[in-house]
């Protein structure tokens, strides 16, 4: 499922509706609400997440969650455009294992990419303190 999927379950669940009872209030079809709770399809726009928030009158908190989980489910290039050619081989096994990564997988990846966040910081700080000096 998607983190989309999954947060929008979750808020319908916690206003106790049901599916049809939530469609009804977002002028959607009940099939198309559990298609997207499957994660089986995803909202081509904003119009549900703008419906849900508007139907069951979400705090600021919830509107928010509800819309970075859009973000976050949507594709995304991968590799992006401009890197470097020896990392295309990393990136398609790491597009080949994601879906059967476990949270103890992503919590290990999460830990080893903040090490190499805080070591590319550390390296682009004295150029950061060097150009604020010159300015």
Known sequence: MTPFAVQLRAIRTTFGLAQ??????VGFR????????????????NSLVDRTIAA????????????EALQLSRPHDF???????????LCARFFR??????????KAL?????????????????ETQSAQKAA
């Open 20 to 25: 049809g009872e939530f469609a009804r209030r």
């Open 30 to 45: 009940q099939n198309y609400i559990s298609a997207v709770e499957c994660g089986a399809k995803l909202p081509k726009d």
């Open 56 to 67: 069951l009158e979400l705090d600021t908190a919830s509107a928010q969650a509800l819309r």
């Open 79 to 89: 590799p992006q455009q401009g890197t470097p050619a020896f990392a295309y081989a």
């Open 97 to 106: 294992m994601t879906p059967k990564f476990t949270q103890g997988d992503v």
């Open 110 to 126: 999460q830990e080893f990419l903040n090490v190499i966040d805080r070591t590319q910081r550390s390296t682009d700080l004295p």
